[in-house]
């Protein structure tokens, strides 16, 4: 059982870490026109922002290979690109366009992609943590290496299913690896008002499974720790824990005005632990880029996200008979 927070953080070449600051930019930037999308009524229903949180997923991704799957919970935009989605696609099905991975039936939280192996998606707090379970076994049925990313809230490590699922990936040896993004609010709730557990990772350890903690606003720590837990898990060691500690800028969901903390601790996380900042620190510190090389790449973001707003604008809405497809899978005796 490990019993220490991961500290170690692979080297990293120019081109990776310019690719790392690009990802993460372009979930930023994307969330962003999300939210004006969603202030100017084009976005319906719920939708919940990533903005903070980029160096998780952008991390992990960097330690996935081709066949590995990925399922996550409502606050999923970023996870959808991070592994490749397009940003058309994506913002297409948010604004409930035909052109969207969904054909506008799914909204923010329930779209899904086969081909990037992106599973939901799903709003309901900690059902997509079985079914990340089930996603695994079935490789592990297959005998290949690949590994499911099961991502899951601090709020929703409380609920039960997760544990029952803890139990049964522990005790069939199966290849997942459940992220924990502690956000640090449930919600509307602080970590320290939910629960008395010194750590969530630790949890496992009832069944024997090991864990470590993160620093998510470190891109680079995230990719170390994703390659270790990936490594366990091809190896045939079973499931492996990352409770990966990060920060959301906004409030749990457009409609959250975040009064429950202040707006002097967003600001210090900003301002002091912003993890797109520190890989352009990095990047500028190390001179593998100028500020103008910088700016640049802002404009390239800026412009594919453009882009697919107008897309999502253009695209027409999905008609009438859509309702009675993708309902039922037909299966033969």
């Not at 220490?4 to 690719?19: G, I, M, W």
């Not at 990340?132 to 991502?151: C, E, H, I, P, Q």
Request: proline residues 3%; contains cysteine; negative net charge.
């Amino acid at each position: 059982m490990a019993a220490k927070k991961s500290s170690k953080k692979p080297n990293v070449s120019k081109e990776e870490l310019l690719q790392y600051y690009k990802d993460m930019l372009l979930i930023r930037r994307f969330e962003e026109k999300a939210g004006q999308l969603y202030g100017m009524g084009l976005i319906g229903g719920f939708c919940h922002l990533y903005i903070g949180q980029e160096a998780v997923v952008v991390g992990l991704e960097a330690a996935a290979k081709e066949g590995d799957k990925r399922i996550t919970s409502y606050r999923d935009h970023g996870h959808m690109l991070a592994c490749g989605m397009d940003p058309k696609g994506v913002m297409a099905e948010l604004t409930g366009r035909e052109g969207g991975y969904s054909k506008g039936k799914g909204g923010s939280m329930h779209m899904f992609s086969k081909e990037k192996h992106f599973y939901g998606g799903h709003g309901i707090v900690a059902a997509q943590v079985p079914l990340g379970a089930g996603l695994a076994f079935s490789d592990k049925y297959r005998g290949n290496d690949n590994v499911t990313f099961t991502y899951f809230g601090d709020g929703a490590a409380n609920q039960g299913q997760v544990y029952e699922t803890y139990n049964m990936a522990e005790l069939w040896d199966l290849p997942v690896i459940f992220v924990i993004e502690n956000n640090q609010y449930a919600m509307g709730t602080s970590v320290q008002r939910s629960t008395k557990s010194p750590s969530l990772w630790e949890r496992g350890a009832a069944y024997g499974i090991e864990g470590e903690e993160v620093d998510g606003m470190d891109v680079l720590a995230v990719k170390a720790a994703g390659e270790k837990a990936v490594a366990h898990c091809r190896a045939g060691k079973g499931p492996y824990i990352l409770e990966i500690k990060t920060y959301r800028y906004r409030g749990h969901s457009m409609s959250d005005p975040a009064k429950y903390r202040t707006r002097e601790e967003v600001q210090k996380m900003r301002d002091e632990r912003d993890c797109i900042e520190q890989v352009r620190d990095l990047l500028l510190t190390g001179k593998h880029a100028t500020e103008d090389d910088l700016k640049a790449v802002d404009k390239e973001i800026k412009a594919i996200v453009n882009d697919a707003a107008e897309f999502s604008k253009e695209s027409p809405e999905p008609a009438l008979e859509e309702l009675y497809t993708d309902i039922y899978m037909e299966a033969e005796a």
